[in-house]
T-cell receptor, first 111, second 119 residues
Framework: ELKVEQNPLFLSMQEEKNYTIYCNYSTTSDRLYWYRQDPGKSLESLFVLLSNGAVKQEGRLMASLDTKARLSTLHITAAVHDLSATYFCAADNNAGNMLTFGGGTRLMVKP | SAVISQKPSRDICQRGTSLTIQCQVDSQVTMMFWYRQQPGQSLTLIATANQGSEATYESGFVIDKFPISRPNLTFSTLTVSNMSPEDSSIYLC????????????????FGPGTRLTVL
């Protein structure tokens, strides 16, 4: 059974600081998703990582995937208040038909 | 991408009643899913809605409690039956685009959710 763990679960950051959210998964998966959820809203797709060594960047967010270590990271550079949200990672099963979500990381960026 | 709408967006229901949630997608998709997100929690997959056949339920979810219909490739419904306060959650419809293993595709999108409160 695929299990996905994120840490930290809660992150309070100062603006302009850098930080990393970690996503570990328990069994082989070659596809990793990152989502953002604002309070009271649905999930917004941020990144889909499709292969080992994949790195994608959008603005102040950069995601990477290491399938050998079963680890994905979401790196935040020079945080701004607008990045405050909950971030979820999700790993795909090998059949490619089911996502298992991590517990989420609630990010608060303080001015 | 796919544009997903859900109805209703929210509802407050009495214990013991049932609510049917509708999900409409703007394009034909093979894979549709229903998720539950309890307050302050992550997402849990309820079932995969299969077109033309019975839904595939995950552990802990049963058809009698969460009957699902999928009459075509753009529409699905989820019913929450005989509700109790423990069913208070956000219910999200989700679709996956592209072929199952098609590189560069296979994104998964989520609808706006239905916020259900059971009194």
């Amino acid at each position: 059974e695929l299990k996905v763990e994120q840490n930290p679960l809660f992150l309070s950051m100062q603006e302009e600081k850098n930080y990393t959210i970690y996503c570990n998964y328990s069994t082989t998966s070659d596809r990793l998703y990152w989502y953002r959820q604002d309070p009271g809203k649905s999930l917004e797709s941020l990144f889909v990582l499709l292969s080992n060594g994949a790195v994608k960047q959008e603005g102040r967010l950069m995601a990477s995937l290491d399938t050998k270590a079963r680890l994905s990271t979401l790196h935040i550079t020079a945080a701004v208040h607008d990045l405050s949200a909950t971030y979820f990672c999700a790993a795909d099963n090998n059949a490619g038909n089911m996502l298992t979500f991590g517990g989420g990381t609630r990010l608060m960026v303080k001015p | 991408s796919a544009v997903i709408s859900q109805k209703p967006s929210r509802d407050i229901c009495q214990r013991g009643t049932s609510l049917t949630i509708q999900c409409q997608v703007d394009s034909q998709v093979t894979m549709m899913f229903w998720y539950r997100q309890q307050p302050g929690q992550s997402l849990t997959l309820i079932a995969t809605a299969n077109q033309g056949s019975e839904a595939t339920y995950e552990s802990g979810f049963v058809i009698d409690k969460f009957p699902i219909s999928r009459p075509n490739l753009t529409f699905s419904t989820l019913t929450v039956s005989n509700m109790s306060p423990e069913d208070s959650s956000i219910y999200l419809c989700s679709v996956r685009t592209g072929g199952r293993r098609l590189a560069g595709h296979n994104e998964q999108f989520f609808g706006p959710g239905t916020r259900l409160t059971v009194l």
